[in-house]
Nanobody, 123 residues
Framework: QVQLVESGGGLVQAGGSLRLSCAVS????????MGWFRQAPGKEREFVAA???????DYADSVKGRFTISRDNAKNTVYLQMNSLKPEDTGNYYC?????????????????WGQGTQVTVSS
């Protein structure tokens, strides 16, 4: 059984930073694409960032230049470094895994999901 466990969320002031981690068990991530999505109350889940099996990355326009996704296959973990946070970054952040190794931006193209970690950015 595949499990994705996010950590690192919390409350931060605007302009601050957080680093999210996603530890995966039950499957080796080295051949998988990994992604981060977020969902704010009353809104649909939206793409944040993704990384392919070979390190290609993609970001939502709203986070480009501020967020960085990375992976450590030896630790079976993916990270999301978030800098210069804004109140509009507030939401529940979900880690996701795609068995096909190429990154995608639609949530329905991912196979496994974590429970999410809450990020709240105060103004």
């Amino acid at each position: 059984q595949v499990q994705l466990v996010e950590s690192g969320g919390g409350l931060v002031q605007a302009g601050g930073s957080l680093r999210l981690s996603c530890a995966v068990s039950g499957r080796t991530i080295s051949s998988s694409a990994m992604g981060w999505f977020r969902q704010a109350p009353g809104k649909e889940r939206e793409f944040v960032a993704a990384i392919s099996w070979n390190g290609l990355v993609d970001y939502a326009d709203s986070v480009k230049g501020r967020f960085t996704i990375s992976r450590d296959n030896a630790k079976n973990t993916v990270y999301l470094q978030m800098n210069s946070l804004k109140p509009e970054d507030t939401g529940n952040y979900y880690c996701t895994l795609r068995l096909g190794g190429w990154l995608r931006v639609r949530p329905e193209e991912y196979d496994d999901w974590g429970q999410g970690t809450q990020v709240t950015v105060s103004s």
